[in-house]
């Protein structure tokens, strides 16, 4: 067994992740990137977060040159306390981010290492696609995204939350993606905000609303700002939107870390759907294949702003992550 020693404290960690925050939102409000220009984030640079979080992954490198990890292997994280909010896919290791080397995931609790239970692959899709009054005044109707699910499964669109269960209860196992407004709340990460549900933000789809939903086997895909922050309201006890989905049945998860660019998330899931469902790839590694995706592209895509807020966080390891 190999244990290392990582001389960051708990707060030092929070800091990074906070800074990261501070940066995507600025001054202004959450409904967007307002502290960050998506066409220029370099602009806004995130390399000191990135030197500061870089111990989490540097200890790594020697497991490379020893043969121990190798090129495209999966990475499983499972985190404790303010590392549930760390964007492994932009630390660095011998020069590049962790994500061009390994596929990366999140696991809640490393007994699941032991699990034998298969993830299942989703025969169907629902799409819940809910634009913001200001977006849909923009002409901006997120159509793309459910026109793309159409396109690898049979796909029900709903243009608000008002028949979610009924829907849901058609369609397990299988895929439940959301476009839409989202927000974290530090102080009710359970009851206040989430998924905006109408034009003017006056419903939300709480994180305990979803913990109330049948979500047994499906993976959950949220393109919506902050929905994979995790808020630890005790030393042991993380939640959020993403343990509300976990803890309601779900096989997977992708959601953000931070606010995010529409149309760069958009093309990240549209890309991690077609390598997972159209070419029959591993979920770990059509996570990885989406963010590579965005480097890729390069310019502003290239930007850790555009490619790393993503995390993927599995139930099982077994089926569905080599």
Same mark, same amino acid.
């Given at each position: 067994?190999?244990s290392?020693?990582?001389?960051?404290?708990?707060?030092e960690i929070?800091a990074?992740?906070?800074?990261?925050?501070?940066r995507?939102?600025?001054?202004?409000?959450?409904?967007?990137?307002?502290?960050?220009?998506?066409?220029?984030?370099?602009?806004?640079?995130?390399?000191?977060?990135?030197?500061?979080?870089?111990?989490?992954v540097e200890?790594l490198e020697?497991?490379?040159?020893?043969g121990?990890?190798?090129?495209?292997d999966t990475?499983?994280?499972?985190?404790?306390?303010?590392?549930?909010?760390?964007?492994?896919?932009?630390?660095?290791l011998?020069?590049?981010p962790?994500i061009?080397?390994?596929?990366?995931?999140?696991?809640p609790s490393?007994?699941?290492?032991?699990?034998?239970?298969?993830?299942?692959r989703?025969?169907?899709?629902?799409?819940l696609?809910?634009?913001?009054?200001?977006?849909?005044?923009?002409?901006?109707?997120?159509a793309?995204?459910?026109?793309?699910?159409s396109?690898l499964?049979? *796909?029900?669109i709903?243009p608000? &939350?008002?028949? %979610? /269960?009924?829907?849901?209860?058609?369609? +397990?196992?299988? $895929?439940w993606?959301t476009?839409?407004h989202?927000?974290?709340?530090?102080?009710?990460p359970?009851?206040d905000?989430?998924?905006?549900?109408?034009?003017?933000?006056?419903?939300?789809? *709480?994180?305990?609303?979803?913990? &109330?939903?049948? %979500? /047994?086997?499906?993976?959950v895909?949220? +393109?919506?700002? $902050?929905c994979?922050?995790?808020?630890?309201?005790?030393s042991?006890e993380?939640l959020?939107?993403?343990?509300?989905?976990?803890?309601?049945?779900a096989a997977?998860?992708?959601?953000?870390l931070?606010?995010?660019?529409?149309?760069?998330a958009?093309?990240?899931f549209?890309?991690?759907?077609?390598?997972? $469902?159209?070419?029959?790839?591993?979920?770990?590694?059509?996570?990885?294949?989406?963010?590579?995706?965005?480097?890729?592209?390069g310019?502003?895509?290239?930007?850790?702003?555009?490619?790393?807020?993503?995390?993927?966080?599995?139930?099982?390891?077994?089926?569905?992550?080599v």
């Amino acid at each position: 067994m190999l244990s290392r020693l990582i001389r960051l404290t708990q707060t030092e960690i929070a800091a990074s992740a906070l800074g990261i925050h501070r940066r995507v939102r600025g001054g202004g409000s959450l409904r967007r990137a307002a502290g960050i220009d998506p066409a220029h984030p370099e602009k806004t640079s995130f390399d000191d977060v990135i030197d500061a979080l870089s111990p989490l992954v540097e200890w790594l490198e020697p497991l490379f040159e020893q043969g121990v990890i190798r090129q495209d292997d999966t990475l499983v994280v499972s985190p404790d306390g303010p590392i549930h909010n760390v964007p492994f896919a932009m630390l660095p290791l011998a020069g590049a981010p962790l994500i061009e080397r390994v596929a990366i995931v999140n696991i809640p609790s490393a007994a699941l290492l032991l699990s034998r239970s298969a993830a299942p692959r989703p025969a169907r899709a629902l799409a819940l696609l809910k634009p913001t009054a200001a977006e849909l005044e923009r002409g901006i109707d997120y159509a793309a995204e459910g026109q793309a699910l159409s396109a690898l499964l049979p *796909t029900t669109i709903l243009p608000d &939350g008002t028949a %979610l /269960e009924a829907a849901m209860a058609e369609l +397990r196992p299988g $895929l439940w993606h959301t476009a839409a407004h989202g927000e974290d709340s530090f102080a009710r990460p359970l009851v206040d905000k989430g998924l905006a549900l109408s034009g003017d933000e006056t419903v939300w789809l *709480t994180a305990e609303a979803i913990r &109330g939903l049948k %979500l /047994e086997g499906m993976h959950v895909g949220i +393109r919506a700002c $902050l929905c994979g922050v995790v808020t630890q309201i005790t030393s042991r006890e993380a939640l959020g939107m993403v343990w509300a989905v976990l803890s309601a049945g779900a096989a997977s998860l992708t959601a953000a870390l931070w606010s995010v660019d529409i149309p760069s998330a958009s093309d990240f899931f549209a890309r991690f759907y077609e390598t997972w $469902l159209g070419e029959g790839q591993s979920r770990a590694a059509a996570h990885r294949a989406a963010c590579r995706a965005l480097r890729a592209q390069g310019g502003p895509r290239a930007h850790p702003y555009h490619y790393a807020p993503f995390v993927l966080t599995v139930a099982t390891l077994e089926g569905d992550v080599v």
